[in-house]
């Protein structure tokens, strides 16, 4: 790290009672640093608070009137324990400098009147030390979100071998149930096997699994040719999907905004799945949504990764999941409580996204309700 400016990547709060001492950092380092001040530990927590994630290294001293530096310094650990913490101290004081070493509150200390240059190479090699672990818990973070992407992969490969090979079979085996069912019904009878209710109940279970089998098909099933060749619009492709399900909205009066941009770049998607998707979320809306709830569509273009693409989003204002629901509703492979809790439907959702080479989250929104935030390469690779 040789270039000056890779220095006020992030910035160094220094805190002193003293005016000159402050003057004097300042004009003695902010050539090569990008420094806030504070003349207390009140107002350098403060500036920890607002600036949080772009400071690198506080130092401060210990003695100032009100609260003292190792108090500044146990705060900063609270709200930022990834900050670099340096105590200024005098040689009386090493009891407070002892004392917060051992609770792990300071990276270093340095006693008045510093050296010039000595105190300069230990900022240089803090603020070296808070970007190397910076960079080290990207790269985790990184690594993190491939291996998960991988698994996930891997495993919705392994579930589309299975669907393609039995949903068919257990298709056929559920018909032939469905058509006993039917003549069951249409005979007059007082066994219990002729009961309305259990019949119904019955009949759309199974219609759930055939719902079920038919879309894991559909996701497991590729294109021959040219994969992703259909291009679509985004609004009136909404737009369209939303037309089909009004009925439905209207029987829960339940509005939907649809505020996704018309001047949106086309999608090439793979349509059947492009569809469903949205077809599956909106079933999802409907059996979640209190009566009377509201959704709003929206849209933009974005680029990750190097790769353009849109990202929309679906708010409702309906009950907030529960963190750890939020956490379980589109993993996959979740084995916690039933598969019902957390929606079948939003599997089949993250394995269509996956197919397109996107990305799905859920999150809870500000005041309660739902945020689903799609994004969808605009040309997905085969």
């Known amino acids: 790290m040789n270039e000056p400016n890779e220095y006020k990547k992030y910035a160094i709060v220094y805190v002193d009672d003293e005016d000159m001492a402050r003057e004097t950092f300042v004009v003695g380092y902010e050539d090569r640093f990008r420094i806030l001040t504070a003349p207390n530990?009140?107002?350098?927590?403060?500036?920890?608070?607002?600036?949080?994630?772009?400071?690198?290294?506080?130092?401060?001293?210990?003695?100032?009137?009100?609260?003292?530096?190792?108090?500044?310094?146990?705060?900063?650990?609270?709200?930022?324990?990834?900050?670099?913490r340096i105590l200024v101290t005098a040689y009386p004081e090493m009891r407070n400098v002892i004392e917060a070493i051992n609770s792990g509150a300071i990276y270093k200390y340095i006693t008045k009147p510093w050296n010039p240059l000595e105190l300069k190479l230990t900022l240089?090699?803090?603020?070296?030390?808070?970007?190397?672990?910076?960079?080290?818990?990207?790269?985790?973070?990184?690594?993190?979100?491939?291996?998960?992407?991988?698994?996930?992969?891997?495993?919705?490969?392994?579930?589309?071998?299975?669907?393609?090979?039995?949903?068919?079979?257990i298709r056929n085996s559920m018909v032939a149930v469905k058509t006993f069912l039917d003549l069951i019904e249409e005979h007059d009878g007082s066994s219990s096997l002729r009961d309305p209710d259990l019949l119904r109940s019955v009949r759309a279970d199974i219609e759930k699994i055939v719902s079920l089998l038919a879309d894991l098909r559909l996701v497991s099933a590729n294109q021959a040719g040219t994969p992703f060749?259909?291009?679509?619009?985004?609004?009136?492709?909404?737009?369209?999907?939303?037309?089909?399900?009004?009925?439905?909205?209207?029987?829960?009066?339940?509005?939907?905004?649809?505020?996704?941009?018309?001047?949106?770049?086309?999608?090439?998607?793979?349509?059947?799945?492009?569809?469903?998707?949205?077809?599956?979320?909106?079933?999802?809306e409907l059996a979640m949504l209190p009566a009377g709830s509201h959704i709003r569509l929206a849209a933009g273009a974005t680029t990750v990764g190097?790769?353009?693409?849109?990202?929309?989003?679906?708010?409702?204002?309906?009950?907030?999941?529960?963190?750890?629901?939020?956490?379980?509703?589109l993993d996959p492979f979740a084995t916690k409580g039933k598969p019902s809790e957390y929606g079948i439907n939003l599997m089949i959702c993250l394995f269509i996204v996956h197919h397109h080479g996107g990305t799905i989250e859920v999150q809870g929104a500000d005041g309660g309700g739902n945020i689903f935030t799609f994004w969808l390469p605009l040309n997905p690779e085969k």
């Open 41 to 84: 530990a009140q107002e350098g927590l403060k500036l920890i608070q607002q600036h949080g994630d772009d400071i690198g290294l506080l130092i401060t001293d210990q003695q100032m009137p009100g609260e003292k530096g190792l108090w500044l310094l146990e705060k900063a650990r609270e709200f930022q324990p990834r900050i670099l």
């Open 306 to 329: 190097g790769k353009p693409g849109l990202t929309i989003t679906v708010t409702d204002n309906g009950p907030a999941l529960p963190q750890d629901t939020l956490n379980l509703v």
């Open 229 to 284: 060749a259909d291009e679509v619009k985004l609004r009136p492709a909404i737009a369209e999907i939303l037309a089909g399900m009004q009925p439905a909205f209207a029987a829960r009066r339940i509005e939907v905004d649809n505020q996704i941009p018309d001047a949106l770049p086309e999608l090439h998607t793979d349509l059947p799945k492009f569809k469903r998707l949205f077809e599956l979320l909106f079933k999802d």
């Open 124 to 169: 240089q090699q803090g603020l070296e030390y808070f970007m190397l672990q910076k960079e080290r818990e990207e790269l985790l973070k990184e690594r993190s979100a491939l291996l998960r992407e991988r698994m996930i992969a891997n495993r919705i490969g392994s579930l589309g071998l299975v669907a393609a090979g039995l949903s068919q079979h």
